[in-house]
């Protein structure tokens, strides 16, 4: 079975929305949010987004992904007596960690200074498995990720239903996003993408750089990307992060809240086939074998390397000394990929 195959029956299932603001949906909806680099306000526009979906009449759920840097109970600003780093140590089950704010949104804090999700053994795999499993009676849940392409980020987004790039106007912000569309991309074509392009100045330059990273999306990479919508550069927004209200309640009135809800109504509203989301059970079980499946694949290409490196010294070198010192060089090689 070649990767495309391998891959696609990881993060096969439905990855359309038709939605209803009002009715709840029969199981969650996960959507990643994403960005190619730090600092685009991907978090703000997490925790905000969270905010108008539970306003528009669903139960709504953040999972801080960024898990060495969490910073969605800093926003908010709480401090969690319990993390998901209890939970994957079986001091704590997943549902008694769940937050329940003032802004009618439950959230998972993230694990400070415990970044490696996926370096678990399978007793605590288990716990995590077991515990979203125990909590899927939300409508949506939103995935706070890290910025960037590393394993953490790529394996929290590929099992998501939703995945939307946040993007600024900046030169390095526009390649790095489509940077993260292309890595995306490698491992499937099949995942529902969408763009939202923060701190514009106009919607001119929202429109137009929405279409400049469709374009190129397109164009190199055979993909669809959807304009989800901009939001404006908005004092609002500094002062939000300042005083730790997420500015969708602190200033409903203001020019990033009206983009905001616009952008909400334009999610909640998207048509698409009529069917079922694996949940959250089956989505950490997804990210569990995407990360076991890239493993896997590292560890094969870096044997193969070196079965070709040998070969190759082995073409120079016949003596028997230089045999055994190539084949001790290759199995304290190969030790160390394994590690």
Same mark, same amino acid.
């Given at each position: 079975?070649?990767?495309?195959?391998?891959?696609?029956?990881?993060? %096969?299932?439905?990855?359309? *929305?038709?939605?209803?603001?009002?009715?709840?949906?029969?199981?969650?909806?996960?959507?990643? +949010?994403?960005?190619? &680099?730090?600092?685009?306000?991907?978090?703000?526009l997490?925790?905000?987004?969270?905010?108008?979906?539970?306003?528009?009449?669903?139960?709504?759920?953040?999972?801080?992904?960024?898990?060495?840097?969490?910073?969605?109970?800093?926003? *908010?600003?709480?401090?969690?007596?319990?993390?998901?780093?209890?939970?994957?140590?079986?001091?704590?089950?997943? &549902? /008694?960690?769940?937050?329940?704010?003032?802004?009618?949104?439950?959230? +998972?804090?993230?694990?400070?200074?415990?970044?490696?999700?996926?370096?678990?053994?399978?007793?605590?795999?288990?716990?995590?498995?077991?515990?979203f499993? /125990?909590?899927?009676?939300?409508?949506? $849940?939103?995935?706070?990720?890290?910025?960037?392409?590393?394993?953490?980020?790529?394996? *929290?987004? $590929?099992?998501?239903?939703?995945?939307?790039?946040?993007?600024?106007?900046?030169?390095?912000?526009?390649?790095d996003?489509?940077?993260?569309?292309?890595?995306?991309?490698?491992?499937? &074509?099949? &995942?529902?993408?969408?763009?939202?392009?923060n701190?514009?100045?106009?919607?001119?330059e929202?429109?137009?750089?929405?279409?400049?990273?469709?374009?190129?999306?397109?164009?190199?990479? %055979?993909?669809?990307?959807?304009?989800?919508?901009f939001?404006?550069?908005? @004092?609002?927004? %500094?002062?939000?992060?300042?005083?730790?209200?997420?500015?969708?309640?602190?200033?409903?009135?203001?020019?990033?809240?009206?983009?905001?809800?616009?952008?909400?109504?334009?999610?909640?509203?998207?048509?698409?086939?009529?069917?079922?989301? @694996?949940?959250?059970?089956?989505?950490?079980?997804?990210?569990?074998?995407?990360?076991?499946?890239?493993?896997?694949?590292?560890?094969?290409?870096?044997?193969?390397?070196?079965?070709?490196?040998?070969?190759?010294?082995?073409?120079?070198?016949? /003596?028997? /000394?230089?045999?055994? %010192?190539?084949s001790?060089?290759?199995?304290?090689?190969?030790?160390?990929?394994?590690?």
């Open positions: 079975m070649d990767q495309a195959s391998n891959l696609r029956k990881l993060t %096969e299932g439905n990855t359309s *929305l038709k939605l209803v603001p009002t009715q709840a949906r029969t199981m969650t909806k996960i959507i990643a +949010i994403a960005s190619g &680099k730090g600092g685009v306000g991907k978090t703000t997490s925790v905000n987004l969270a905010i108008a979906i539970a306003k528009a009449g669903h139960r709504v759920l953040i999972f801080d992904g960024d898990l060495g840097l969490a910073n969605i109970n800093v926003l *908010l600003g709480i401090i969690p007596k319990y993390n998901l780093y209890h939970v994957v140590k079986g001091h704590k089950n997943l &549902k /008694d960690i769940i937050i329940q704010t003032q802004e009618g949104i439950d959230i +998972i804090a993230g694990a400070s200074g415990y970044s490696q999700l996926a370096n678990l053994n399978d007793t605590q795999r288990n716990n995590l498995i077991k515990g499993a /125990d909590i899927d009676n939300y409508d949506y $849940m939103i995935i706070d990720t890290g910025a960037g392409i590393s394993s953490n980020v790529i394996g *929290l987004v $590929m099992p998501a239903d939703e995945v939307i790039v946040v993007t600024t106007p900046e030169p390095t912000s526009i390649t996003s489509y940077g993260l569309i292309k890595s995306i991309v490698s491992q499937t &074509k099949d &995942k529902n993408l969408k763009i939202i392009v701190r514009v100045r106009s919607a001119i929202g429109k137009k750089v929405a279409d400049r990273v469709i374009d190129i999306s397109g164009q190199f990479l %055979e993909v669809q990307v959807e304009n989800l919508g939001i404006f550069q908005d @004092e609002e927004v %500094e002062k939000s992060i300042r005083e730790q209200k997420p500015y969708i309640v602190n200033s409903p009135r203001s020019k990033a809240s009206a983009c905001l809800t616009r952008i909400t109504h334009t999610l909640l509203q998207i048509e698409g086939d009529d069917g079922e989301t @694996e949940g959250l059970a089956g989505f950490i079980k997804k990210f569990f074998s995407f990360i076991d499946y890239r493993d896997k694949e590292m560890e094969e290409r870096a044997q193969r390397d070196l079965e070709e490196e040998e070969l190759s010294e082995l073409d120079g070198e016949s /003596d028997d /000394d230089s045999e055994v %010192e190539i001790n060089s290759r199995k304290s090689k190969i030790s160390e990929v394994k590690e």
